[in-house]
Every structure is written in C-alpha cells, then in structure tokens.
C-alpha cells in the first residue's frame, strides 16, 4: 500500500506541536520567554540533531517544505495581533526616535560588515550584499517577547514596531539598490537599473499610503458594518472575515507593493483594531487561539529544521565571530543611537537596540536572494557565517530582550499582554 504523504505530515505536526511546548515550557521555568524554548525546540529537531525530516516515518516527504507555508502563516498571524495590539497615536509619538533608529539600524551594518568581508578577502560585491543581509531586522522574534513580558505597548515596544517598519523599507530598497547595480555593466542597463529602482520606490510607497489610508479609513466602517448584521458575523464569522483581509493585505503588501508581507498583515490589524471593542475581542481571541496553539511554534521550530550546524566549516569560525559581533553591535549601537538622538533616555534606548538583534526569516530570505543572483555561493565561509550569524542573533535576541526588561515583571499569556502593559 502506498504511503499517504498527508498522514505522514499530521504526524510530523504533532511532533513539532509537543516539543514547542515542552521546550517552551522548560524555557519558562528557567526564566526564558517560551519563543527561546522553541526556537531550541526546532534546531534539537532539525538536522543538527536529531535530523527529523529524515526519519523513516517522514523520509518519502519534503517535510521543510510542506511545513514552510504553515510556518509563513504563524508570522502573519503573530504580526496582525501585534496591530491589533498597538495604538497609533502612540507609535506617532515615537516617529522622530523611529526614523533615526530605523536610519542608522539599518546603514551601521553595512558601513561595518563591508570592510569586515574584505578584510576576509571577499569581494566589495559579496561584502555589501553580506551587509545588506545584516541590515535587515525580524520584529517578530522581539515583538513576541515583548508581548509574553507584557511590554508591547510600552514606550520601547511602539518605537521597535514604529522603528520595524522603517527598517523593513529600507531594508528592502539597500536589497533592490545592491542588486541593480551589480546586475549592470554597460550604461544602458544602469540607466534601466536607474528606471527599476524608481520604480520600487512608487510602488512601495503607493502601497504603505493606500493600504494604511485603506486600513485606517474603511476597514472599521466595514467590519462595523458586518458586525450589525447577525447573518454573517455569526459562528465567528467577524472573526472570518478579519482573517481574510489581513491576508489579502499582505499578499498587495509583496505582490503589488513590494514590501515584506508581515507589513501588510500589521497594516491590517491597525486598522482593525478600531473598530467596536466587542468584535475586536472576538477577532483577537479567535486568531490568538490559532496562532499560539497551532502555528506560531510551527513557525519557531521551522527556523531549527532548516538548520544544520553539524556542517559548519570550521575555517569560517573566526569570519563568523567577527560578524556576530557586527551584528550585534550595529543594532544595539545604531538603532540604540538613533532612538538617543531622538530622546529617550540611556536605558530605554538600549532596550530598541537590544530589540532590533534579531535578523530571523527576514535575513534567511535576504541571503537565499544572495545566493539566487549568484553574489553569494553556498559552499563558501562567507555564506555559512551569514547563516550561522542570523540563527545565532535569533536564538540570543529573546534572552537579551528579557535581561533589559525590568527584571520583576511576570510573564504574562498573550491574552492577558493588555492588562501588563507598560
């Protein structure tokens, strides 16, 4: 009898679902966010270790890929409850903190990894596509302790999220600028890399102001609306439609926009978090329910599953020591000077420093874009530092997020993440 591969995948669920939370568990008795847990949850189940998606049970399917787009989904998920969470008028207090952080977060990594690679030998091409790659910062590994700490909404959680955004754009454009123009040798395509350039910059610009014009403007009005008619906000069907617009806003956010779809999924719960508080606590209980008992430790562990530290070449330790430390210090010192410059106080800008380390799966993709326009080769030190860099800044960022917290507060459910903030 042939062997279902749909079944084989329930199975391998299961699995992942009961090391997230045995691990997320563990993590929470020492002290740790339960993100930590599963993110060592996922490298103990990957190929490091226990290599799961070559078991017997799983070995007839790609188990990497069949999880990827559950795992996708958990970061959508996790980035519409953040928007739901936070409240505009306070991400606009912090603008001037979130534009200088967002700023020098981003261009301090590079200014510092481009030399660092030649140093090593590489090319000026490969040294800056590795800094562009280190430019970029995942929210959702900080966003998630911050709201387990109860955080989210206090000064320094607005400006990583305010910050976030601007970091996601600029990250984008160095992405699109460093492409364009290695891409082209003669003048006639640097003038066309020129017009493509130009060109994503109307897109993503046409998109932050139409989707957060449509988000803020119509969107209440229509859930307002469907939420008056009993016939189809029954059954959760409030909470149905919710899901359906954040969806659709981030598939404009990198189909027609060009900007990172986990931009569109927070566009869309900004604006769904005004309407009327009885439908807003309908949607936020029902996608809570799905994205923390389902798929957000799908998300976690699928970091560790595409991981394979076994095969790290050690000549590449000393070249990946150097850019952790690159890494590190671009954030916390870049982003940490911005949010000074713009005036918070020492500790407070540690904090958005500290909060911006992780490069997650916005850097895994940044440097597969590398390794698909032939800057980057796989089998070379500088990309196996890189990828070792990015898991490492994510698996430290949640413990470093907790160390600059005030060290009394209790971790609180995300349910109860309103009630604890700041």
Same mark, same amino acid.
Not at 19 to 35: D, K
Not at 263 to 268: E, N, P
Not at 292 to 305: E, H, N, T
Not at 347 to 371: K, N, P, Q, T
């Given at each position: 009898?042939?062997?279902?591969?749909? $079944?084989?995948?329930? &199975?391998?669920?299961?699995?992942?679902? &009961?090391?997230?939370?045995?691990?997320?568990?563990?993590?929470?008795?020492?002290?740790?966010?339960?993100?930590?847990?599963?993110?060592?949850?996922?490298?103990?189940?990957?190929? =490091?270790?226990?290599?799961?998606?070559?078991?017997?049970?799983?070995?007839?399917?790609?188990?990497?890929?069949?999880?990827?787009? &559950? #795992?996708?989904?958990?970061?959508?998920?996790?980035?519409?409850?953040?928007?739901?969470?936070?409240?505009?008028?306070?991400?606009?207090?912090?603008?001037?903190?979130?534009?200088?952080?967002?700023?020098?977060?981003?261009?301090?990594?590079?200014?510092?990894?481009?030399?660092?690679?030649?140093?090593?030998?590489?090319?000026?091409?490969?040294?800056?596509?590795?800094?562009? =790659?280190?430019?970029? =910062?995942?929210?959702?590994?900080?966003?998630? $302790?911050?709201?387990?700490?109860?955080?989210?909404?206090?000064?320094?959680?607005?400006?990583?999220? #305010?910050?976030?955004?601007?970091?996601?754009?600029?990250?984008?454009?160095?992405?699109?600028?460093? &492409?364009?123009?290695?891409?082209?040798?003669?003048?006639?395509?640097?003038?066309?890399?020129?017009?493509?350039?130009?060109?994503?910059?109307?897109?993503?610009?046409?998109?932050?102001?139409?989707?957060?014009?449509?988000?803020?403007?119509?969107?209440?009005?229509?859930?307002?609306?469907?939420?008056?008619?009993?016939?189809?906000?029954?059954?959760?069907?409030?909470?149905?439609? #919710?899901?359906?617009?954040?969806?659709?806003?981030?598939?404009?956010?990198?189909?027609?926009?060009?900007?990172?779809?986990?931009?569109?999924?927070?566009?869309?719960?900004?604006?769904?978090?005004?309407?009327?508080?009885?439908?807003?606590?309908?949607?936020?209980?029902?996608?809570?329910?799905? #994205?923390?008992?389902?798929?957000?430790?799908?998300?976690?562990?699928?970091?560790?599953?595409?991981?394979?530290?076994?095969?790290?070449?050690?000549?590449?330790?000393?070249?990946?020591?150097?850019?952790?430390?690159?890494?590190?210090?671009?954030?916390?010192?870049?982003?940490?000077?911005?949010?000074?410059?713009?005036?918070?106080?020492?500790?407070?800008?540690?904090?958005?420093?500290?909060?911006?380390?992780?490069?997650?799966? $916005?850097?895994?993709?940044?440097?597969?874009?590398?390794?698909?326009?032939?800057?980057?080769?796989?089998?070379?030190?500088?990309?196996?530092?890189?990828?070792?860099?990015?898991?490492? =800044?994510?698996?430290?960022?949640?413990?470093?997020?907790?160390?600059?917290?005030?060290?009394?507060?209790?971790?609180?459910?995300?349910?109860?993440?309103?009630?604890?903030?700041?």
């Amino acid at each position: 009898m042939e062997e279902n591969p749909i $079944v084989a995948f329930f &199975l391998a669920l299961a699995v992942i679902i &009961l090391a997230a939370r045995v691990f997320g568990s563990i993590a929470r008795r020492l002290g740790q966010p339960r993100v930590l847990g599963e993110l060592i949850a996922g490298i103990v189940l990957g190929p =490091t270790l226990l290599n799961m998606p070559h078991w017997m049970l799983f070995e007839f399917i790609r188990l990497d890929e069949m999880v990827k787009p &559950l #795992a996708e989904l958990g970061v959508l998920f996790l980035m519409f409850i953040i928007g739901l969470e936070v409240e505009i008028a306070e991400l606009a207090k912090v603008g001037r903190v979130a534009l200088l952080a967002g700023v020098i977060g981003a261009l301090l990594p590079v200014a510092l990894t481009v030399p660092a690679g030649m140093y090593f030998g590489f090319s000026l091409e490969a040294s800056l596509f590795a800094g562009v =790659t280190l430019a970029a =910062t995942s929210v959702s590994i900080s966003a998630q $302790v911050l709201l387990e700490l109860g955080h989210l909404r206090s000064k320094e959680g607005n400006a990583l999220l #305010a910050t976030a955004l601007i970091d996601d754009v600029l990250a984008i454009l160095l992405v699109s600028i460093t &492409l364009a123009v290695f891409a082209g040798s003669g003048s006639g395509e640097e003038s066309a890399s020129a017009v493509a350039l130009l060109i994503i910059l109307v897109k993503m610009a046409a998109y932050i102001g139409i989707a957060f014009g449509l988000s803020w403007f119509v969107l209440p009005r229509v859930m307002n609306w469907i939420t008056s008619h009993p016939s189809i906000a029954q059954a959760n069907g409030t909470a149905a439609l #919710a899901i359906m617009f954040m969806l659709t806003f981030a598939w404009a956010a990198e189909a027609l926009g060009g900007v990172a779809m986990i931009t569109g999924a927070f566009i869309a719960g900004v604006g769904l978090s005004r309407i009327n508080d009885h439908a807003e606590k309908e949607i936020e209980e029902t996608v809570s329910h799905i #994205a923390y008992a389902f798929l957000m430790p799908i998300f976690f562990i699928s970091v560790g599953l595409e991981t394979d530290l076994s095969t790290f070449p050690l000549s590449a330790l000393p070249l990946a020591t150097v850019l952790l430390a690159v890494a590190l210090v671009s954030k916390v010192g870049g982003s940490g000077l911005g949010a000074k410059l713009g005036g918070f106080t020492n500790i407070e800008s540690l904090r958005v420093g500290v909060c911006m380390i992780s490069r997650g799966e $916005v850097g895994l993709i940044i440097a597969a874009l590398g390794l698909s326009s032939g800057i980057l080769q796989k089998d070379d030190p500088l990309f196996a530092s890189l990828f070792l860099v990015i898991l490492l =800044t994510t698996v430290f960022t949640p413990i470093l997020v907790r160390m600059v917290f005030p060290k009394d507060d209790s971790f609180s459910s995300p349910k109860q993440a309103k009630g604890h903030a700041s």
